[in-house]
């Protein structure tokens, strides 16, 4: 059966860090490329970031750019997202997603990806 697991969500403070796991059974990640997407209360699922197969490729949005890196740990068949000075706005559940847009390129469009994880909640507060 092919699955993504996400977890490491959690509460965190302001300016705090936190680093998601996507696990993947049934598939090998690094053959793939794996975009994170968040969901905030009453908005709707945007990408924030992703990585090609293999490691060739990364983009970041603007939000996240500078504060957060999604690197992979293939002897574990696991993308990592770290995320740093976190703020309010990224209060969210997180998702991980993978799957094949292109070789050595990756994109936040959901629907170029055919495998998700059920998703972890994020929540930056004091």
């Known amino acids: 059966q092919l699955q993504l697991v996400e977890s490491g969500g959690g509460l965190v403070q302001p300016g705090g860090s936190l680093t998601l796991s996507c696990a993947a059974s049934?598939?090998?990640?690094?053959?793939?490329?794996v975009a994170w997407f968040r969901q905030a209360p009453g908005k709707e699922r945007e990408g924030i970031l992703c990585?090609?197969?293999?490691?060739?490729?990364?983009y970041y949005t603007k939000p996240v750019q500078g504060r957060f890196i999604i690197f992979r740990d293939n002897a574990k068949n696991t993308v990592h997202l770290q995320m740093s000075s976190l703020k309010p706005e990224d209060t969210a559940v997180y998702y991980c997603?993978?799957?094949?847009?292109?070789?050595?390129?990756?994109?936040?469009?959901?629907?170029?990806?055919?495998?998700w994880g059920q998703g972890t909640q994020v929540t930056v507060s004091t």
């Open positions: 997603a993978a799957g094949e847009p292109g070789a050595g390129w990756c994109s936040i469009y959901a629907q170029e990806y055919h495998y």
């Open positions: 049934g598939f090998t990640t690094n053959d793939y490329a």
């Open positions: 990585i090609s197969d293999g490691t060739a490729y990364t």
